[in-house]
C-alpha cells in the first residue's frame, strides 16, 4: 500500500530523504538511510489532544442540534397541499360483500311441520268418514271469518257481525253436502238476509259499509268452500277433493320452487311483489302433470288430458286465488290474516288459493266425468 494514503507528512520532505539543521550544519535530524537502503515505514495517525477533542465534540454536538432543528423548521414551513404520493395514507381496500343468498320468506320447518299435521288430519277425515270432513271444512271456515272481521275491525273500523256469518257459515257447508248446489244457494240467501237484519241492533252510523263486508264475507269464505263438499258428495268423493287438493299445492310449490330459483320478472308488483312470471310458469307445469297424472289414476273415468286442462285451470284460479288475498291484505296494511299457524300466518293465508280452485274443479269434473 502507499503511504500517501494515510495521509503527507507534515515536514513537507519526503520520509527518508536527509538534509542539514539550519543552525547545526551537517547534523541530521535522525537517523541516516542510505540512498539504497530507504526502509518505508507507515506513519502513525495523528491523535489530537483532548481539549481540542471535547471542543470539537461540543461543536459536533451543537451542529447536530441546530441539524434536526433546521429540518424541523422546515417541515413547519412545508407548504400546505396535497402530500407526497409516498406520504399519502394507505386506506384500507375495500372488500365487496359476500353475495347475498336468496331466503325464503318463512320458517320452513314450521311450515312443513304444520302442512305434514294438517295433511294427516285432511287424509284420516276424507277416507275413514266422510261427515267428519264436513266438520273439519265448517271449523276452517268459522276461524276464517274470525279472522278476517277481526282484522276488517282493526284495520278498517268496518264492524261485520261474526255471529250470523259463522252460524250460517257452518249452515251453508253443511246444506251444499246434504242438499247439493241448491242448499248452498238458499244458505247462501239466508245469511245475507241475517246479517242484515243483525246490524240494525246496532246505530246506523255505517250501516251500509258493514253489511257489504258481512255480504262479501259470506261469499268469499263459506259460499266458496261450499263447493268443496260439493266435490265430496259424489260416489268418488273423497279422491276429487284429494285430486282439488293435491293439483292447488302442487302449484303452489311449483310457483315457489321455480320463481325462487329462476324467477326475473314480476307478475304483479304493485299487488305481490314477490310473485314472477317464471313461477306462474312454473305452477302450470307443475300442476298440469300432476292433473294428468290424478285424472288417470284416481278419478273415475278420467282422462289423462282432460287433466291437463284441469291443471291449466287450476294454477291460473289459484293463483287470481292468492293475488285477491294479497290485495285484501296490502289494502288492509298486514302481511298475514293471523298467526295461527306458525310458518304459514293464519287459516284465511292457507285458503287463499283453495277458495276459488274449488268452484272451478267441481265445474270441470263435472262437466268431464259428471256428478
Known amino acids: 500500500m502507499n503511504d500517501s494514503s494515510w495521509?503527507?507528512?507534515?515536514?513537507?520532505?519526503?520520509?527518508?530523504?536527509?538534509?542539514?539543521?539550519?543552525?547545526?550544519?551537517?547534523?541530521?535530524?535522525?537517523?541516516?538511510?542510505?540512498?539504497?537502503?530507504?526502509?518505508?515505514?507507515?506513519?502513525?495517525?495523528?491523535?489530537?489532544?483532548?481539549?481540542?477533542?471535547?471542543?470539537?465534540?461540543?461543536?459536533?454536538?451543537?451542529?447536530?442540534?441546530?441539524?434536526?432543528?433546521?429540518?424541523?423548521?422546515?417541515?413547519?414551513?412545508?407548504?400546505?397541499?396535497?402530500?407526497?404520493?409516498?406520504?399519502?395514507?394507505?386506506?384500507p381496500m375495500a372488500v365487496p360483500p359476500p353475495p347475498e343468498k336468496k331466503k325464503a320468506g318463512r320458517d320452513l320447518r314450521s311450515a312443513i311441520g304444520v302442512g305434514l299435521g294438517l295433511g294427516v288430519?285432511?287424509?284420516?277425515?276424507?277416507?275413514?268418514?266422510?261427515?267428519?270432513?264436513?266438520?273439519?271444512?265448517?271449523?276452517?271456515?268459522?276461524v276464517g271469518l274470525w279472522e278476517l272481521t277481526s282484522r276488517l275491525d282493526e284495520r278498517k273500523g268496518i264492524k261485520a257481525p261474526l255471529v250470523p256469518l259463522a252460524v250460517g257459515g257452518a249452515a251453508m257447508v253443511v246444506a251444499g253436502y246434504a242438499r247439493g248446489a241448491e242448499g248452498a244457494w238458499i244458505a247462501m240467501a239466508l245469511t245475507a238476509l241475517a246479517v242484515l237484519v243483525w246490524r240494525m241492533t246496532e246505530p246506523p252510523d255505517g250501516y251500509l259499509r258493514d253489511v257489504t263486508a258481512g255480504v262479501f264475507a259470506a261469499f268469499y269464505v263459506p259460499f266458496l268452500a261450499t263447493f268443496?263438499?260439493?266435490?265430496?258428495?259424489?260416489?268418488?268423493?273423497?279422491?276429487?277433493?284429494?285430486?282439488?287438493?293435491?293439483?292447488?299445492?302442487?302449484?303452489?310449490?311449483?310457483?315457489?320452487?321455480?320463481?325462487?330459483?329462476?324467477?326475473?320478472?314480476?307478475?304483479?308488483?304493485?299487488?305481490?311483489?314477490?310473485?314472477?312470471?317464471?313461477?306462474?310458469?312454473?305452477?302450470?307445469?307443475?300442476?298440469?302433470?300432476?292433473?294428468?297424472?290424478?285424472?288417470?289414476?284416481?278419478?273415475?273415468?278420467?282422462?289423462?288430458?282432460?287433466g291437463l286442462l284441469l291443471g291449466l285451470a287450476v294454477a291460473a284460479s289459484a293463483t287470481l286465488g292468492d293475488l285477491g288475498e294479497s290485495m285484501i291484505k296490502r289494502d288492509l296494511g298486514i302481511k298475514d290474516m293471523g298467526t295461527l299457524l306458525p310458518g304459514h300466518g293464519g287459516i284465511m293465508d292457507r285458503l287463499d288459493s283453495l277458495l276459488p280452485t274449488a268452484p272451478v274443479v267441481w265445474l270441470l269434473l263435472v262437466l268431464f266425468v259428471g256428478s
Open 121 to 142: 288430519v285432511v287424509a284420516a277425515s276424507l277416507f275413514v268418514w266422510k261427515a267428519a270432513f264436513v266438520i273439519v271444512i265448517a271449523v276452517a271456515v268459522v
Open 228 to 306: 268443496v263438499a260439493l266435490l265430496l258428495a259424489a260416489d268418488d268423493g273423497p279422491w276429487r277433493v284429494l285430486t282439488f287438493l293435491v293439483l292447488t299445492v302442487v302449484s303452489d310449490t311449483g310457483a315457489y320452487a321455480i320463481g325462487w330459483r329462476f324467477g326475473k320478472h314480476k307478475l304483479a308488483p304493485r299487488i305481490s311483489p314477490g310473485k314472477t312470471r317464471e313461477g306462474l310458469l312454473g305452477a302450470v307445469g307443475f300442476a298440469m302433470v300432476a292433473g294428468a297424472l290424478c285424472m288417470q289414476f284416481l278419478i273415475d273415468d278420467g282422462r289423462w288430458w282432460q
Open 7 to 91: 495521509g503527507a507528512p507534515q515536514s513537507g520532505h519526503p520520509v527518508g530523504e536527509w538534509r542539514p539543521a539550519p543552525d547545526q550544519g551537517a547534523v541530521p535530524a535522525g537517523p541516516a538511510y542510505g540512498e539504497h537502503e530507504v526502509e518505508q515505514t507507515r506513519p502513525m495517525p495523528i491523535v489530537p489532544d483532548a481539549g481540542r477533542d471535547a471542543e470539537d465534540g461540543g461543536r459536533d454536538h451543537h451542529d447536530r442540534a441546530d441539524h434536526d432543528r433546521a429540518g424541523r423548521d422546515r417541515g413547519a414551513a412545508r407548504p400546505s397541499g396535497p402530500p407526497a404520493r409516498d406520504e399519502m395514507p394507505q386506506e
